[in-house]
């Protein structure tokens, strides 16, 4: 079993950052991809950000040129740094990871962004 801790999270002023960590532990295999969702009340968890084993990384298109994703292998450790935030991106943000040899998700207990106006 795998178990995802995220940090980070907390209330900020628009065009403010923050930088959100999560830290696998566990039957971990650093070949595993990581990434971050979010979700807010009433809506289905949406991407924000991948990235491989091997750093390559996807953004969805509303954080783009503002959200950067960067991981530590050796920490077994994901990073989303978020700037220019928006009373939007207010939302739980979840770690994601996924099984390398099955189809299986795991996920964070969530860590709460409020960005005020």
């Known amino acids: 079993q795998v178990q995802l801790v995220e940090s980070g999270g907390c209330l900020v002023q628009a065009g403010g950052s923050l930088r959100l960590v999560c830290t696998a532990s566990?039957?971990?295999?650093?070949?595993?991809?990581m990434g971050w969702y979010h979700q807010v009340p009433g809506k289905q968890r949406e991407v924000d950000a991948t990235?491989?084993?091997?750093?390559?990384?996807n953004y969805a298109d509303s954080v783009k040129g503002r959200f950067t994703i960067s991981r530590d292998n050796a920490k077994n450790t994901v990073y989303l740094q978020m700037n220019s935030l928006k009373p939007e991106d207010t939302a739980v943000y979840y770690c994601?990871?996924?099984?390398?040899?099955?189809?299986?998700?795991?996920w964070g207990q969530g860590t709460q962004v409020t960005v005020s106006s």
């Open positions: 994601w990871s996924r099984a390398i040899y099955r189809s299986y998700d795991y």
């Open positions: 566990g039957s971990i295999d650093s070949r595993m991809p």
């Open positions: 990235i491989t084993y091997g750093g390559s990384t």
